[in-house]
Each structure stands twice: as C-alpha cells, then as structure tokens.
C-alpha cells in the first residue's frame, strides 16, 4: 500500500511516498512558488505513483472543518497568491482517493505520536521553530482542532526586561513568534541563526521566550512530552537553556517526576528528526484511507 504525503510549507514543500509503517520510500522537495506553479509540481510528482490515499500537512492558517464551504482553502496567510486558495479542493480535482488535511505542525505532532519521540503516549505538543512559529497539539489520542486550529506561535510572552526589539510579526509586533522566529533573530542581531556562535547572547534570550511559551502549554494543556522542531532548534545548545528556565518559571508547582527529575527527556528533539512533517502527511493519509475504509463497510 503506497500512501502520498505532501509537507508543504512557506518556503519549501516536500512531496513523498511511504507506507502506513511510517517508512519513507521517496521524496523530493522544491520551493513554494504561487500556488498554481506550486501544485502543478505536485500533481506531476503524484501522476504516476498509483497512491492509495494522500495526506497534506500545510502552512496556514487554513480552514480544517469539514462541515465549511471553504474546507481544504489556505485563509489568512501573507504568502502571495496563496490567501483563500483552495489548496485541497484543486488536488481532489486531479486525484480520485482519500484526503488527509491539517496543519503542518499538527501532523508532525500527529507522525511524532505514531512513529516518533511520543509513540505510545496519547498527547503531544510539537513545536517548530524555524521561519515561523508554530504548535501542533495531539491530546488523548486525537489531533485538537477547536474554533480554526491552534496558532501557538502568536500567543503574547512577556518581554525581557533588557530586550528593546519591537517584534517583527505584521498581525501582533511583539508576540512569540514576532520575538523569536529566525527572520525576528536576524533582523534584531544583523546575522542570521546559523551566523551566530553558539555562545551568543541571543540563544538565552531565545530560550527564554521559548520556555515562556512552554511553560504556559505545559500549564494549560499538561502534555506527556514537548517537542521541539525547525530551523532554530538545530542550535542543540538552545535545549538545556530552554529546559532550565521552564523549571524555573514552573518553580516546582507541578510536581511531576518528569519536570523535576527527568526534564531532559520531557523536553526533546523530534525522534523522526527532519522527517517530521512529512511522516506526519503520511500519518494523516494513512488516517484518511483507514476512515474510507471502514465507511464502505
């Protein structure tokens, strides 16, 4: 069974082929364009490959409720040509199988819980921190969706006391992912990320808008593991700093085991690393044909 997964994020997608194992058999990846030079890539890779089902994991937001007219469309997203685009209606007109939709970061969280660091646990919190910021949010064994989708890269974090930067998100200035996404590390240090010795102060001030972002979902949502994906966190130092001022905005209240003794495991790196969001699409297309299935029964 041949399942396709489509990662398609703001600055690249990723097309591939896997099985409902969770194994990546091809893939390849190309850069976000408009959206139609965008999927007449994507239709080209997916014509030949004889797929059972497809799961999309895309950048948003985007609208997730099956029961709205606009289901399957990109919404509010600045990326040109991009805002209310019916990005899944476009590839059900070539494509006569089963359809997985979500957001990017709720199906890495999804193929995290599957294959990956949360496997046999029934919540997760993913978290990437790369161009943007976003948080997928896996509880009691099922994706959270709510009123849209969860947008935990905009929540408001507290500033830091000698942080004089405005934020640079066009919807909130200085929300979480106004302050600490890599375009908000660029523009406040002149460098980008990768630029930086691991040693600069930027990385604690990182860490500290990261753990104040952590702290609250570990508060409201009581996760079994935070992950922590994207660009920004291929900077390993970030982990301990991160971990370190959880447990001291936490200051001991919840009293678990795995925030006071075993936070190293509790705050972790993807287990499918770089994989992630793709596996994730896989995840959900495994889902969709698995729901096709058992309605035909």
Not at 77 to 105: C, H, I, R, S
Request: proline share 5%.
């Amino acid at each position: 069974m041949r399942i396709g997964a489509i990662e398609a994020g703001g600055t690249k997608f990723v097309c591939g082929i896997g099985n409902d194992s969770g194994v990546i058999e091809d893939q390849i990846s190309f850069p976000t364009e408009r959206p139609e030079q965008t999927l007449e890539k994507v239709i080209n890779y997916f014509t030949d490959k004889n797929v059972a089902a497809i799961g999309i994991g895309s950048f948003g937001p985007i609208n997730v409720d099956p029961n709205s007219p606009t289901y399957g469309y990109v919404t509010t997203t600045p990326k040109p040509g991009w805002a209310n685009y019916d990005f899944l209606g476009t590839l059900k007109q070539v494509f006569d199988v089963p359809f997985g939709w979500d957001t990017d970061v709720n199906a890495a969280a999804f193929g995290e819980a599957k294959w990956g660091a949360a496997q046999g646990l029934d919540s997760c919190v993913y978290y990437t921190i790369g161009t943007g910021i976003g948080v997928g949010v896996y509880m009691e064994g099922r994706l959270v969706h709510g009123l849209v989708h969860p947008e935990g890269g905009h929540v408001l974090v507290r500033r830091h006391k000698e942080d004089p930067f405005e934020g640079i998100c066009t919807y909130h200035g200085d929300c979480f992912e106004g302050l600490a996404a890599g375009p908000a590390i660029e523009k406040r240090w002149h460098l980008k990320g990768n630029e930086l010795p691991a040693d600069h102060p930027a990385w604690d001030l990182e860490a500290y808008y990261i753990a104040q972002s952590i702290s609250s979902t570990i508060l409201m949502l009581s996760p079994k593991i935070v992950i922590l994906g994207g660009g920004v966190m291929h900077q390993k130092q970030l982990f301990p700093m991160i971990r370190s001022y959880v447990q001291r905005n936490l200051n001991g209240y919840i009293n678990t085991t795995a925030l006071l003794e075993d936070i190293n495991s509790y705050i972790v790196a993807p287990g499918l690393g770089n994989n992630a969001g793709l596996c994730g699409a896989l995840a959900l297309g495994v889902e969709a044909l698995v729901r096709f299935n058992e309605s035909r029964r």
